[in-house]
């Protein structure tokens, strides 16, 4: 999997992801189950709306956690995501 600048990802079909206070995290959920995520995971997941760009969802991270160089991670995680179907990639 290519992911570009301008790959857009969106959460997969079936799919919904929301903040369980019980868990203390963020969860995907699905209608088999539910995905536990780490804090990372619903960042990501968070700003994966269908109308933002790799470049901008790894710019929005880096200014949130003070952080650089968080591309490759984001596209690691995007390429687990997309094979799980948790997203779609256009």
């Known amino acids: 999997m290519t992911v570009i600048d301008t790959t857009v990802p969106r959460l997969g079909h079936g799919f919904r992801l929301q903040w369980e206070e019980a868990q203390g995290c963020h969860v ?14 619903g960042e990501i997941l968070g700003r994966c709306d269908g109308q933002r760009g790799v470049a901008e969802i ?6 949130a956690f003070s952080a650089q160089g ?21």
């Open 28 to 41: 995907l959920l699905y209608p088999e189950g539910m995905v536990k995520l780490n804090q990372s995971a």
């Open 58 to 63: 790894v710019s929005q991270l880096e200014v």
């Open 70 to 90: 968080l591309r490759p991670e984001v596209e690691k995680f995007l390429a687990i995501a997309a094979t799980n179907r948790w997203v779609t990639l256009a």
